[in-house]
């Protein structure tokens, strides 16, 4: 899916649900993956790791995959590979492993606006491929922008200028762009502009890597497969729904990314806003990406505006945001010692529909707070005519129902509901039906979400 000039455009790819796991048998090309950024965050923490998990399970093979980790600092393969080493050895992973899947990496150091550094890498990738007796044009190359933003367009550029495929002999090439995707709906529009002149819509990819985790993958299901929940999730029963997203940790060094996005870019904007669409959306006809797609896209927009488009997500209030920045986030070196930039908000979303009018949906995130945690908490409303309030036992009403889903530490789901005390007397007292996935799934490694991202980009498959 892509967006021109305000218009959805929609092409045709092969979809995620009608393919089965495996690797498609006409891509045998050698495959070099291009991590962009490769000094940052991003790649330390999320996509090396994910890369080498697809390598111990088989999916990237030592005899095809090649990887290339390309940004302006100046080190060397072994400096690159000392910084990520031990973001890898984590788990059950042995050393070995670890060892033989750094060997696959190599690093070259350039800028992101200018031929030299690209020219570089071309040739790099170019000697893997011969290594590989890839036949010229059968290789497949990934590249991989674990950048901030505003350097896509150039080094989207820099790519189509000097690092393409050479032809077309079933290989490819393909972008992986991260969000935040531009910073408003102009600079979004423009800087899809900017990448679609460059690219074909089948070969970009833009990934917010909330939709690849497990339970987040499981959110419509839950929704459409339970009878249970179909004739509850609207407004006459649930009070509120509340999306929340905490980090115990600050932006250490990311200053050079995170100042110039801050929170609710970084966080609300993209990841949140995605979870709720999953949550608030009507059932897509089909689980076709375009349908899911369709229906999310519902949520957020409609025509009936007399303006250009309007919300059912009503403009937000100003007493309906709060914002904060840590105490200390200004002591990071990579971050302007007067910044005001947010590391922390609260915002409430109003859904104008049939379902969710006066439903507060309220979106919470935080950088550097006491615990690291992502949840969706739905909670009912009380029940009406409560003939248990006197037997609660903290003598008060009882307390809500709530379902929480959480998607992270821990993956679990569970129903807070009220229940007899055991024992002779009648009271009250608030319990759960507890579906913690470490427990019921003892011997099932739920995979990262960039594991099955970076899977599905490999094999050219749309998520939702
Ligand atoms: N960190 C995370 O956990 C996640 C990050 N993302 C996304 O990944 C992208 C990168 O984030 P992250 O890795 O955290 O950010 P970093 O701040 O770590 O930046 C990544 C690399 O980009 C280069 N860089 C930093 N600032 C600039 C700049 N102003 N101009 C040009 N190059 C710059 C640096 O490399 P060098 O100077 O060596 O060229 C840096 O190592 C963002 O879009 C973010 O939203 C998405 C999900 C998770
Ligand atoms: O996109 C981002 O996500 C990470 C948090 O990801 P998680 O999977 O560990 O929850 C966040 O740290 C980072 O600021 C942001 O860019």
């Known amino acids: 899916m892509g967006s021109g000039g305000g218009q959805w455009i929609v092409e045709k790819r092969s979809s995620f649900r009608s393919e089965p796991l495996e690797v498609n048998v006409s891509e045998t090309g050698c495959l070099s993956i291009v991590v962009l950024g490769a000094s940052g965050d991003l790649a330390k923490k999320k996509t090396f790791p994910a890369l080498f998990n697809l390598y111990r399970q088989g999916f990237l093979q030592s005899n095809e ?15 690159l590979r000392n910084r990520i080493r031990s973001y890898l050895e984590k788990g059950s992973a042995k050393s070995e492993e670890v060892s033989e899947f750094l060997q696959l990496i190599k690093y070259v150091s350039g800028s992101y606006d200018t031929e030299g550094g690209f020219r570089m890498l071309d040739k790099e990738i170019s000697l893997h491929e011969e290594f590989r007796n890839s036949t010229e044009g059968s290789s497949r190359r990934l590249f991989y922008l674990a950048l901030p933003p505003s350097v896509y367009p150039v080094v989207c550029r820099m790519i189509k200028l000097c690092c393409m495929n050479k032809s077309h002999l079933g290989g490819w090439t393909r972008i992986v762009v991260e969000k935040p995707f531009g910073k408003d709906l ?22 917010d890597h909330y939709l690849g985790k497990e339970l987040v993958q499981n959110l419509l299901v839950l929704r459409f497969a ?14 509120n ?9 600050g932006t250490e060094g990311r200053g050079g990314y995170f100042d110039e996005y801050g ?29 899911i797609r369709d229906e999310k896209v519902k949520v957020r927009v409609s025509n009936t505006s007399l303006t250009h488009f309007s919300f059912p997500v009503m403009p ?13 986030y200004r002591d990071d070196p990579t971050v302007p010692d007067h910044s005001n930039t947010p590391t922390f908000a609260t915002v ?3 859904i104008h529909n049939e379902r969710w009018e006066g439903v507060p949906f309220i979106l919470k995130a935080g950088k550097a707070l006491n615990s690291r945690k992502a949840e969706i908490r739905i909670q009912f409303k009380d029940v009406p005519g409560d003939i248990f309030r006197l037997f609660s036992c903290l003598g008060k009403n009882q307390g809500r129902n709530e379902f929480v889903i959480r998607l992270q530490p821990s993956e679990a789901m569970y129903m807070k509901l009220t229940v007899k005390q055991p024992g002779l007397e009648m009271s009250t007292v608030q319990s759960e039906l507890d579906l913690s996935y470490g427990q019921r799934y003892q011997q099932v490694t739920i995979p990262e979400a960039y594991e099955r991202l970076i899977l599905d980009t490999n094999y050219g498959r749309l998520q939702i």
């Open 241 to 249: 729904v509340q999306i929340v997203f905490r980090e115990d940790f």
């Open 65 to 79: 995959v090649h990887i290339f980790g390309y940004a302006r600092t100046k080190i060397s393969d072994d400096d």
């Open 226 to 239: 339970n009878r249970f929940f179909l004739p509850l999730w609207n407004r006459d029963n649930i009070d």
């Open 186 to 207: 102009d600079s979004a529009e423009k800087l899809s502009n900017q990448i679609g002149e460059l690219f074909e819509e089948p070969q970009l990819y833009r990934i």
């Open 348 to 350: 409430v979303l109003r």
């Open 263 to 291: 929170i609710i870019r970084d966080i609300i904007q993209n990841h949140l806003l995605q979870v709720l669409c999953l949550v608030a959306m009507e059932k897509p006809v089909s689980l076709k990406p375009e349908h």
């Open 316 to 328: 937000i209030k100003d007493e309906e945001v709060v914002l904060g920045q840590y105490n200390g």
